[in-house]
Each structure stands twice: as structure tokens, then as C-alpha cells.
């Protein structure tokens, strides 16, 4: 027995659904919060007579999950319903009917009628619910963002498992980078004894008795073999599938190596007496090389961790910003009635109450009510912005004092919340990861490894000396062995961890492989004002006597009116008259005026400190020298704030957002090093280019959106420039995002952290320089390491091949293969250490 949700029509269990609403003593069943939201906010329209007849009367039809191939959009009239999708369709008017065991059904498409005829028990029969992602999700490659398509899988090219492309606003609980740390740490576990066992011997002499050696030889063999093929389980998967559309990458190298190494090595351990003598050493056993697959599956594992790790930080400035919208939206009907909705109940229309302290639900316009709104995750200011009917709210934002009453324009995807998201979700899949050099090379590298091993084999097969096919073999692993990418791997990882806490001990926190290849290629550095060349926060920067007050007493009484407002204005005069001790006052009568100001009475005198505006309704005249005064310090960047007192003005105070003391040193140093600065602020223009004037930044971009933002880092980047950003602000996450590098201020909003590649922890700008510098030396150390890996390769696979045994006799054997192979991992991680000691 089923029913069907009156909002969507989907069908329904009542014995399992936990969405249910009361109406007209009918209980109507609901197939989500977001459908039982929408009924309760409107039943009539809904649950009227006219529906009735598909909502909530118990129907003796099957229970059918919606089919995941189609997207269908919800239909509310009267009729029957399609045992394929689910959805409501009108027998008179759909012309797709199908006929089985004498009943006539009814379909939506051509596409569903086909699907049932081919199967009509699969749609008839009772199932289980699944849960599943929202139908139509868009999944992606990390590495490869070119590769889409819809619901999970597995990218094609390089075998990672694909991500949605936008992901919920609930918070990811990381149970995979948990799995992943597990078998990690499991791997390096089995993996220490494996190398100390075999290598034992040969760095430090250790010989024990011959039954220790049995025995620790098959400790050897077992641990192994959990760790090549437990461990590397998924790396043969996607070595293997890298074959298949011929896209050969890391993968298919590590799959080859390990596994040649591991399956010589378990042959020769457990059935020797297969060898001939040519096979033996000095001792008169058959070498084997678990050692060298283990520990490649433990390093490529280790890789892929902290891959992982990077991906899970990235993925939580998305996040971040979806957490920015309240969860509920607080919903007034017709008859003046509210009640708090869930926010996908919302619709383009809806008169929405936004009380003091509440976030903004959706983007929308004023109809009632005044307020001040914190706009700083657009704007990224701190002073609140006056709002009165007719003016626009974006979502996301917070009402500080008053009541607004706000209809709904923009709502979902539509709203400037969500378009924000949208681009940095964007700007992040278009900057892929620093690729392993490994996989550019791929493409060339396995075939041509491949094609030495069979060659060598051929070679020493035919016209070797004897045994041929012994020389055969031994020549084919070796090849095998000295060609795995052991130091390849660990040419970039290991310079990019030493120069990661490198950096930390200098206050820069790197946080993937990406920022630190690309920011010494930085030219220009577009910086946001507030917060990263400002501290942020206004600050009383002046006051201009105009009366015979002294300037302790005007201080004393803007201190009094203003305690108790909660206006960033405020807070700036009164800790100014706390750190300067003047005396504290009573007021009484205190007003807050909307947009003006603020008014009260102070030992019996009528106090008023507002704009000019205020000024004019409470009857005080400002004098053109006081009106002078006042533009004077507003093209400075201050805001001008009136104190009268008893109907004469007495005072100018201008509070403005400081420059850091070290800015114009910082930005001296970086014109220096030939990078072009570029300010972008939301702030007003006067504002901008006074800040600008005192740093000596001549390109200067006022009143941009977060959008604009984004848009301006883009056209740079599209003339040519190597664009950094510098921000601290949810509005500068775009831009962040969108840039080569994107450098954020440790002292900002989580949002703009999770968005950058870099934080500065101190939040000074001169780090930036430091950076560059650690970032020109670790790319020019991961070279170097290239080099080392590749040479080794270059020299030791003609060596195993067999080249100079025709002239000197000599041979490469595994075991000297398997040394090389180690000797080129030393060599990088020797020379990525050197980064300790690099002068920054």
C-alpha cells in the first residue's frame, strides 16, 4: 500500500515515511522536509478537492522507485501514474499506453513506455527504497577536470575516483582520508621490518644464523605480500584500467614494477630449484626483491594521502560558503501569520520576516522596515549599510538592529550566495594540482621500458651465452626493476614537504604542490584593501574641535551617546576614550536614527553625533569651514561623524580603517621586485584612492563586487600576467580562487583560508616576498631531483639491458638494479633536505 506526496506526487510508504502533516482531518504523507514545508506553508493549494484525488488517499498500487535515468520535473494534476519514473500523467492527454496481464498503463515518454514492455514484472514488483545522490549530479576528475559525467565512478585517464562538482553544505566527516591514514600507517608498519630485513645485510652487515635467515625470510615474503597486494590492490586496478582506453600514467608504471619485482621475488623464494644455476648468487640462492614493491606501495600510498588531504581542504572553503545561508527562512502569509520555512520551500514571491541578529535568507528587496546590514562577506567592509524599502539584500548577509520585511527575488541557485560558490567551485576545478612528471611522461615512458625489457630478453634469449634463457630473464626483470619510479615519485613529494615546513617556520603555509610551482612565476599581486593593507577595523584617526569644548570633554560626551550602540562606529569612539581614560558618562534618552545617527542626554544636555543629515533635522548648522574640514578628512578616507551639543556643532570626529604600519614598507619592496601591484576593494572610490595615495599603488579598482572580483584577476590573467591574489574576506574567495595563486590573510575569514593555496599566519604582506623565494628554490630543487631520477633511469635501463656486456662482459644484475633504484631515491632525498638551509 503506497500514497502519494501531495507537492511532488511521488509515491510514498506511510509505514516508513517520518513527513506528515494534519489538514481539513486528513494525514497527508510527504516524501521529504522540503515537500512537508511547502504543504504546511500553503495546504490549500495543495489539498484542495481538485487534487485530492492524488494526495493523500492510501492507493493499492505498487510501491516504485523513480528510475535514476530520467530528471523529470514535478507534475500536480489528477491521473494516473507512470510505473517507471513515478510521475503523475494525464491518461486523456499522454498518447504512450501500454497493456499487460489485462490492465492498461500509462507513461510520461516513449522512452519509459519501451523500458517497461522489455520488462514489466522489474517495474510491477514491490522495492525497496535506496538512497541515492540527487538525480543528475555532476561528477568530476580532481586531476582531470575535462572529465564529467553524471553520478560516481572513476576517471578514464588517471583511475582517482571522481567528486561531485559542487558538494552539500553538510560538512564531509572524512571518513575516507580516515580509511586512507589507516592503511597508511598499516603499510609503513609492514613495510619497516620488510626493509630492515632485506637491507639489513647489505647497509650494515648483520648475518645471522642460518635458521634466523629462513625464518626471517619468510617474515619477509608474507609482510610483502600483504603490502603489494593488499596495499597496492588499488593501484593494480587502476593500472589495469589505464590499458584499456590507452592513457598509461603512474599507475600503470608502479602496477608493472611491483608487480614484475613481487611475482620474480615470490617465484624464486618458493620454488628455487626452478632456477638454473645462472639465476644463483655467491651463496647459492635466487635473489629476490620484496623489498623494493613494498616499499614503492607504502611511498606511492603516501602520495595519494596527502593528495587526498589537500582535496578535503580545498573542498571545505565550498562548504564554508554554503554554510553561509540560514538553513530556515521565516515565511508571512496572507493573513499576517509567520512561521520559519526550510529554506528550499522559499519561492520567488514570498514576503520574508528578517529579525535583528538573523542572516538574510535569499536575495530580495525591502518592503517594510529599516536596519543596518552587515555586508562584509560581499563588500568585505566592516561598517553595516543602512537598508530602507527598496533597497536590494543579498543572502548570506546579517541584519544587525531592526526588523525588515523582505520579498523574495532571487532564491537556489539564482541568488548571488550561490553564484559566488559557483565560481570558486569553478576557479578551482580549472587550476588542476601541480601533475606528477611521471604521468606526463607516461605516455612514452612505460611503452619504451616495455619495449627495452622484450628486447633484452630477445637479445640475450638468442644469441647470449648460456644458460640463454637464465641471462634472458635476469636482463628482462632487471630492466623491469631499475626502470620502477621509485625516486620519480619521490622527486616532487619529498621537496615539497621540506619546503612546506620551511615555510611554516616563516609564517607561510603552503597548502598544495600547485602554489609553490607556480608563485615564482608571479608578476603581478592583486591585493583587497580592508583587512590585508588595512587592519580591518575602524579606528578614531581624528578629531576636529570646532567649538570651545576641550577635546577630552568631546570625547567624553561622543563616548557617552555611543555606548550604547552596537554600530563598528561606536565600538571605534569608545575604545578610543577608554584607551585615552576620559571620563565616563551617563545618557539617558538614548535614539537610534536609521542611516543618521544617534541622539541622547547627557548631564542634562541634549548630545546628537550623526551626518550631516542628522545635523539638519535636529536644526545645527555647519559652517563652510566646518563643511570643509569635513570633506577634507572624507577624500583622506575617513567616515565624518557631527557632535552637537544643545543645537551647536562642538566637533568633527573621523574614523576610518587604519593602514598597517608596515604596508608602505612592504609594497615599496614587492614594486621593487618587479611585481605589479593592483588594489581591488569594494569600498567606495575617495576611500580606495586615499589608501592607494599613501602607498604609492598607482592601479587602483573601487566598488567591485566578489563577481567583479574574480572578473578582474580573469582579464589579467587573459593579457598575459602571472595574477596572485591577496585577500581575507568571504568576498575575495572568487578571486582567490580564480588566481594562479590565491594568498590569504591568517587573521581572515575562514572562507577566504579555505579558498587560497597560500596563508600568510601573521598576516603581514612581506611573507610574500619570503614565499616567492622558497618558492624559486624548491622548483628549482624538484628539477634537480627530476634530473637525478631521470638519469638514473637514463644510464641504469641500457646497463640492465645488457649494453656493455658485448665490449666488458659486464651484466646488471637484479639485485644491482634493485641498489641503483634506492641509490637515486637517497640521492633526491639528500638533495631535498638542502632546502633547510635556503636563505630567505
Known amino acids: 500500500m503506497s500514497t502519494r506526496d501531495p507537492v511532488c506526487g511521488m509515491q510514498v510508504d506511510p509505514a516508513t515515511t517520518k513527513h506528515r502533516s494534519e489538514h481539513g482531518g486528513e494525514t497527508f504523507h510527504f516524501c521529504g522536509a522540503g515537500c512537508k514545508a511547502k504543504f504546511d506553508a500553503a495546504p490549500d493549494r495543495y489539498g484542495t478537492p481538485a487534487v485530492s484525488a492524488c494526495a493523500a488517499k492510501v492507493l493499492p498500487l505498487p510501491m516504485v522507485a523513480p528510475h535514476r535515468d530520467h530528471v523529470h520535473e514535478h507534475a500536480h494534476a489528477a491521473g494516473a501514474t507512470d510505473p517507471v519514473c513515478g510521475m503523475q500523467v494525464d491518461p486523456a492527454t499522454t498518447p504512450h499506453h501500454a497493456q499487460h496481464a489485462g490492465q492498461t498503463y500509462h507513461f510520461c515518454s516513449a522512452h519509459c513506455r519501451e523500458k517497461f514492455s522489455a520488462d514489466p514484472a522489474a517495474y ?97 615474503a608474507l609482510l610483502a605480500t600483504v603490502v603489494v597486494l593488499w596495499g597496492g590492490a588499488p593501484f593494480f586496478a587502476r593500472g589495469w584500467r589505464s590499458l584499456r582506453p590507452w592513457s598509461p600514467n603512474m599507475y600503470t608504471l608502479i602496477a608493472l614494477g611491483t608487480g614484475v619485482a613481487w611475482t620474480y621475488s615470490a617465484v624464486a623464494f618458493l620454488f628455487p630449484g626452478v632456477f638454473p644455476p645462472g639465476f644463483r648468487n655467491a651463496h647459492g640462492r635466487v635473489d629476490v626483491y620484496f623489498e623494493s614493491a613494498a616499499v614503492i606501495v607504502t611511498l606511492v600510498a603516501l602520495g595519494d594521502f596527502l593528495e587526498l588531504r589537500a582535496r578535503r581542504r580545498t573542498g571545505a572553503a565550498l562548504q564554508a560558503l554554503l554554510g553561509l545561508a540560514p538553513k530556515t527562512a521565516r515565511r508571512m502569509a496572507a493573513d499576517g501569520s509567520e512561521a520559519d520555512v526550510a529554506l528550499d520551500a522559499v519561492v520567488v514571491g514570498d514576503l520574508l520576516r528578517v529579525r535583528p541578529g538573523e542572516k538574510v535568507p535569499v536575495d530580495g528587496v525591502v518592503v517594510a522596515g529599516e ?3 552587515d555586508e562584509a562577506m560581499l563588500t568585505g567592509e566592516p561598517m553595516p549599510v543602512t537598508k530602507q524599502v527598496g533597497d536590494k539584500l543579498a543572502g548570506g548577509t546579517v541584519n544587525r538592529d531592526g526588523s525588515l520585511v523582505m520579498r523574495a527575488e532571487k532564491v537556489g541557485a539564482a541568488t548571488l550566495l550561490a553564484q559566488i560558490v559557483g565560481l570558486v567551485a569553478q576557479a578551482q576545478r580549472s587550476r588542476a594540482p601541480l601533475q606528477r612528471v611521471a604521468d606526463r611522461v607516461a605516455a612514452w615512458f612505460v611503452p619504451a621500458v616495455v619495449t627495452v625489457a622484450v628486447i633484452a630478453f630477445a637479445a640475450w634469449a638468442l644469441v647470449g651465452p648460456a644458460p640463454q634463457l637464465a641471462h634472458a630473464l635476469i636482463a628482462a626483470v632487471s630492466v623491469l626493476i631499475i626502470a620502477c619510479p621509485c625516486a620519480l615519485g619521490l622527486a616532487t613529494p619529498i621537496s615539497i614537504m621540506v619546503a612546506s615546513g620551511r615555510g611554516a617556520q616563516h609564517g607561510v603555509l603552503f597548502k598544495d604542490a600547485g602554489a609553490i610551482e607556480a608563485l615564482r612565476n608571479i608578476d603581478t599581486l592583486v591585493v583587497d584593501k580592508t583587512g590585508t593593507l588595512t587592519r580591518g577595523k575602524p579606528a578614531l584617526t581624528e578629531v576636529v574641535v570646532t567649538g570651545t569644548l576641550a577635546r577630552a570633554r568631546v570625547l567624553a560626551l561622543a563616548a557617552a551617546i555611543e555606548r550604547p550602540s552596537e554600530h563598528p562606529l561606536a565600538h571605534a569612539i569608545v575604545t578610543a576614550a577608554t584607551s585615552e581614560n576620559v571620563a565616563t558618562l551617563p545618557a539617558s534618552g538614548f535614539r537610534a536614527l536609521t542611516g543618521r545617527g544617534v541622539t541622547a542626554s547627557v548631564d542634562g544636555e541634549a548630545v546628537a553625533l550623526g551626518n550631516a543629515k542628522l545635523m539638519g533635522e535636529q536644526g545645527v548648522a555647519v559652517t563652510p569651514t566646518a563643511a570643509a574640514q569635513a570633506e577634507r578628512l572624507r577624500t583622506q578616507g575617513a567616515t565624518v561623524m557631527h557632535l552637537a551639543v544643545a543645537g551647536q556643532l562642538v566637533a568633527l570626529l573621523a574614523v576610518a580603517d587604519q593602514v598597517k604600519s608596515e604596508a608602505a614598507q612592504t609594497v615599496a619592496a614587492l614594486k621593487r621586485a618587479g611585481i605589479h601591484l593592483v588594489m581591488l576593494t569594494g ?72 579558498s587560497a593555496q597560500v596563508t600568510l599566519v601573521k598576516g603581514d604582506l612581506g611573507a610574500i616576498l619570503r614565499a616567492r623565494k622558497l618558492s624559486q628554490a624548491t622548483v628549482g630543487n624538484i628539477h634537480q631531483n627530476l634530473f637525478f631520477a631521470f638519469i638514473y633511469n637514463g644510464i641504469g635501463v641500457p646497463l640492465a639491458a645488457g649494453v656493455l656486456y658485448p665490449a666488458f662482459g659486464i651484466v646488471l644484475s637484479p639485485m644491482i638494479a634493485a641498489l641503483a633504484m634506492s641509490l637515486s631515491s637517497v640521492s633526491v632525498v639528500s638533495n631535498a633536505l638542502r632546502l633547510r638551509k635556503v636563505p630567505l
Open 683 to 754: 569600498d567606495n572610490a575617495t576611500t580606495a584612492h586615499a589608501v592607494a595615495a599613501q602607498l604609492g599603488i598607482d592601479d587602483v579598482r573601487a566598488e567591485v563586487s566578489p563577481t567583479d572580483k574574480a572578473a578582474v584577476v580573469q582579464a589579467l590573467k587573459a593579457q598575459g600576467a602571472h595574477v596572485a591574489m591577496a585577500g581575507d574576506g568571504i568576498n575575495d574567495a572568487p578571486a582567490l580562487a580564480a588566481a594562479e595563486v590565491g594568498i590569504a590573510m591568517g587573521n581572515g575569514s575562514d572562507v577566504a583560508m579555505e
Open 371 to 373: 536596519s543596518h546590514v
Open 124 to 220: 510491477l514488483a514491490p522495492q525497496a527504497s535506496v538512497p541515492a545522490a540527487p538525480v543528475g549530479t555532476i561528477y568530476t576528475c580532481p586531476m582531470h577536470p575535462e572529465v564529467q559525467q553524471v553520478g560516481p565512478g572513476l576517471c578514464p585517464k588517471c583511475g582517482m575516483a571522481l567528486e561531485p562538482m559542487l558538494p552539500s553544505a553538510d560538512a564531509d566527516d572524512g571518513g575516507e582520508l580516515r580509511a586512507m591514514a589507516w592503511r597508511l600507517a598499516t603499510l609503513v608498519a609492514l613495510t619497516v621490518p620488510v626493509f630492515v630485513i632485506a637491507m639489513g645485510p647489505h647497509l650494515f652487515g648483520w648475518h645471522g644464523p642460518a635458521a634466523w635467515a629462513g625464518a626471517a625470510g619468510w617474515v619477509e
